[in-house]
């Protein structure tokens, strides 16, 4: 009785939460009020390969509902002169659509077939020299929301390679935890087809940064990678960030061990004040989540580089993004992403993540 009590406070602090200041999920406005070159702080390509459905509302361009098959675009989305490191500056509904206050999308290609959107990927990582950061978003996220995150983490870190997004079908409200958790399983074959063709597109390295939910669509996909012999994309795979990973600890330790120990450890950045993932565990029956998870040596054993982030700060109540939110975080990961090839110099990176934590 006591446990059931203890979810049902944290369900509805989570319902208030999702209820309170809602964004609209509009990622195309009407009408684009003009800002001067000078009050746009950057202005990013976002590819974009998702197993979300076209949405009947041209503003949304992605919705809700599942597709049986890979549907493609690009975003340009601006960021505001007035950004902070660590901040989305979202339009709330009622305020225009002005690129010197918030984050907008100027407009979204789509693709209609998977040869045309690998064309335009291959012209664009070529132009960037050959890096790739494919981000996996987590629960409870719109297709706006994912296209917003992307090109912060992208703007934040100074990522010099392609972003692309990869996005699955999020029902995007607090109360669709299981149909958030089912929609990640019909995605995890999309997302190996999507690493592969990224392999293929010219890319000479491929990181990867996952969040919440989505480093569990990530695990999936990289251990099927593992199951038909290319586990690391043909030399291919950079980094594998995985932050705050909505995980069974003993699944993820069955992914590792059908994966192998990675030729360059994964990073693990976990918290053991993260609110959201104590509510995952409580409804997986008061099973540890990789994300909260506080014997980091059992985790090591597995080839993974373990990072506790528990005293670093974050902007959420939930500490759930910290890996995003927390300026100086989100400027160390993009400077290990920034690394070339040197493991050496990849490690003191990573060295400097974890005295952050401390």
């Not at 990073?267 to 909260?292: F, W, Y």
């Not at 054993?301 to 109540?317: A, E, F, H, Q, T």
Request: charged residues 25%.
């Amino acid at each position: 009785m006591l446990e059931l009590k203890k979810i049902c406070i944290l369900v509805l602090a989570l319902l208030v939460a999702g209820c309170g200041g809602r964004q609209t999920e509009e990622l195309l406005g009407s009408a684009m009020v003009s800002a001067p070159v000078t009050d746009i702080a950057g202005n990013h390509s976002i590819f974009i390969a998702t197993t979300r459905k076209r949405s009947d509302d041209p503003s949304k361009v992605f919705d809700r509902e599942r597709s049986a098959t890979l549907n493609y675009a690009r975003a340009n989305v601006t960021v505001p002169g007035t950004h902070e490191t660590g901040q989305i500056e979202r339009r709330s509904r009622g305020k225009s659509n002005d690129p010197a206050k918030y984050f907008m999308a100027s407009d979204v290609v789509g693709y209609d077939t998977a040869p045309k959107f690998s064309s335009a990927l291959s012209a664009d990582i070529a132009a960037r020299g050959g890096r790739v950061m494919v981000f996996v978003h987590g629960y409870n996220t719109g297709f706006d929301a994912a296209v917003y995150r992307v090109t912060q983490i992208a703007h934040d870190s100074g990522y010099p390679g392609t972003p692309v997004l990869f996005s699955w079908a999020s029902g995007a409200k607090t109360r669709d935890y299981v149909y958030d958790r089912e929609s990640a399983s019909a995605a995890r074959d999309q997302l190996e087809v999507t690493l592969r063709m990224l392999s293929q597109t010219g890319a000479r390295r491929i990181d990867i940064v996952a969040h919440s939910l989505g480093t569990w669509v990530t695990m999936e996909a990289l251990r099927q990678l593992a199951i038909n012999g290319d586990r690391d994309l043909n030399g291919k795979l950079g980094d594998v960030v995985l932050a705050s990973p909505d995980i069974d600890v003993d699944v993820f330790k069955s992914q590792m061990r059908r994966y192998g120990k990675p030729n360059k450890p994964f990073i693990l950045l976990l918290s053991d004040d993260d609110r959201a993932l104590r509510l995952s565990g409580l409804i997986a029956g008061s099973r540890p989540r990789v994300g909260d998870y506080k014997d980091a040596a059992d985790l090591a054993d597995y080839g993974v580089s373990v990072v506790d982030l528990s005293s670093v700060k974050g902007s959420d109540r939930f500490n759930h993004t910290k890996f995003a939110d927390n300026p100086e975080l989100v400027k160390m990961i993009g400077q290990r992403l920034r690394e070339d090839d040197g493991f050496a110099s990849d490690r003191e990176v990573t060295d400097r993540i974890s005295l952050l934590g401390q």
